[in-house]
C-alpha cells in the first residue's frame, strides 16, 4: 500500500506525541494505540483559535495594547476624532477602518484567551 499523501505540514496539525509513552498518536485520539493510556482530549478548533489569538497579541506592542484597552472605553465617533490621519473630519478614512478592524481584532483575541485560559 502507497504511504499517505497527507503532506508534512498537515500531519503536523492531525498528530501530537503521547505524554506517556512519546509515539506519535493522531490528535483527536483519546486512547494511546502504543500504551493504551487514556489521554487527555484535545480539541483542535479550541487549539487553534487559542494559537491565533496568542499570535495575534504577540504581534502587538505595549503601546498598541494599552491603545486598545483605551479604545474599547471610547465610542466609534470619538476613536475617529484620535486618528491622526483625519482627525475625525473625514467620512471613511482608511486608516479609521484599519484601526476599527484591528480593534475588533483585539477584542475577539481577549475574548478567546479569557475563555480558554486557566480552564
Ligand atoms: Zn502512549
Ligand atoms: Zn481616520
Redesign the pocket.
Known amino acids: 500500500m502507497l504511504a499517505s499523501t497527507v503532506n508534512y505540514e498537515q500531519q503536523e496539525e492531525l498528530t501530537r506525541k503521547c505524554p506517556y509513552c512519546a509515539e506519535i498518536i493522531k490528535k483527536e485520539a483519546t486512547i494511546c494505540r502504543y500504551c493504551k493510556k487514556d489521554l487527555p482530549p484535545i480539541n483542535v478548533d479550541r487549539e487553534k483559535t487559542l494559537k491565533e489569538a496568542n499570535t495575534f497579541m504577540a504581534s502587538l506592542s505595549d503601546s498598541d495594547k494599552e491603545k486598545f484597552e483605551k479604545y474599547i472605553q471610547m465610542t466609534q465617533a470619538e476613536r475617529?476624532k484620535d486618528?491622526f490621519?483625519?482627525r475625525?473630519e473625514?467620512a471613511s478614512?482608511a486608516?479609521?477602518e484599519a484601526t476599527e478592524a484591528k480593534l475588533s481584532s483585539y477584542i475577539e483575541a481577549k475574548n478567546v484567551l479569557t475563555a480558554y485560559t486557566d480552564k
Do not use: Q
Request: charged share 10%; proline share 0%; aromatic share 0%.
Open positions: 475617529r486618528c490621519a483625519c475625525g473625514g478614512c486608516m479609521c
